[in-house]
C-alpha cells in the first residue's frame, strides 16, 4: 500500500528553467508534507515542507505547492542549476495520530539538470 | 559538526553474521529513527524512540532486527543472522518535540549494509 506516490522517475531540465517534480498522497490524514534532496552514498537532506492549513511555501529558488482537495503536491525549482541534480523525495506525515514524527516516503525522483 | 552521525558508513558481512550499526542523533534532540533505504524506493520506517523508549516498531523489523537507546542519547541497530535481502542503506534521523519543529526529521549519512 503506497500511501506516498512519485510516479515519475525521472526528470531532465535545462539549467536556468524550471523544474517540477511531484506527488501524490493516498491519505487524508497526512497533515505536513516535506521534500528531501538525496545525492548518492548521502542520508536524504531536508529541503522545504508545508503544513496542510497552507497551499504554498517558498523558500529561495525552492516552492511547495499542496493541493488538498486532489491530494497533490509538487515542488517547484526555478532557476534549476546543475547542483540541482538530485535523488528528491517527497514524504508526508500524519501529526494527529499521536504525532510519532514518523514519515512516509515517496519513491524518489531523480532530477538531471542539464548545464 | 552538530549532525546525525551514524558508524561504520560501509559494512561488508558475510550471511548468517552479526552487525550493529550505531546512530548519535543532533544532541537536543529527543526523537530517533531508524529507516531502511533500499535502490530505487524511499526511506521506509523501522522504528522510532522518544527519549529511551521504543514507541513503535515497524512490520518490517523482524525478530533478527534489534534497536536500543539506553540512555536517550546514542542508539543502536543490530541485525542477527544477516541475510541479503538485508542489504540496503540504514538510515538514522532525529528530531526535537514539539508543534513549532513541525515533523521535520534530520537524518545522517547511512550505513551501507552489503550481505555476501
Redesign the interface.
Known amino acids: 500500500d503506497q500511501q ?1 506516490k ?1 510516479n515519475s ?1 525521472s526528470l531532465s531540465v535545462q539549467e536556468g528553467r524550471i523544474s517540477i517534480l511531484n506527488c501524490d498522497y493516498t491519505n487524508s490524514m497526512f497533515d ?1 508534507f ?1 521534500w ?1 534532496k538525496k545525492y548518492p ?6 529541503l522545504i ?1 508545508i ?1 496542510s492549513i497552507k497551499d504554498k511555501n517558498e523558500d529561495g529558488r525552492f516552492t511547495v505547492f499542496l493541493n488538498k482537495s486532489a491530494k497533490h503536491l509538487s515542488l517547484h525549482i526555478v532557476p534549476s542549476q546543475p547542483g540541482d541534480s538530485a535523488v528528491y ?1 517527497c ?1 508526508a ?1 500524519d ?1 494527529g495520530s499521536g ?10 525522483t531523480t532530477l538531471q539538470v542539464k548545464p | 559538526d552538530t549532525g546525525v552521525s551514524q558508524d561504520p558508513r560501509h559494512k561488508i558481512t558475510k550471511r548468517g553474521q552479526n552487525v550493529t550499526f550505531r546512530c548519535d542523533p543532533i544532541s537536543e534532540h529527543n526523537r530517533l529513527y531508524w529507516y531502511r533505504q533500499t535502490l530505487g524506493q524511499g526511506p521506509e520506517f523501522l522504528t522510532y524512540f522518544q527519549n529511551e523508549a521504543q514507541l513503535e516498531k515497524s512490520r518490517l523489523l523482524s525478530d533478527r532486527f534489534s534497536a536500543e537507546r539506553p540512555k536517550g542519547s546514542f542508539s543502536t541497530l543490530e541485525i542477527q543472522r544477516t541475510e541479503q535481502g538485508d542489504s540496503a542503506m540504514y538510515l538514522c534521523a532525529s528530531s526535537p518535540v514539539g508543534a513549532s519543529s513541525g515533523n521535520t526529521i534530520y537524518f545522517g549519512e547511512g550505513s551501507w549494509l552489503t550481505v555476501v
Do not use: D
Request: glycine share 14%.
Open positions: 506516498v512519485q522517475p505536513y516535506l528531501y552514498a548521502e542520508g536524504p537532506t531536508f515542507s503544513s523525495f514524504a506525515s501529526r504525532n510519532t514524527g514518523k514519515l512516509i516516503f515517496g519513491q524518489g
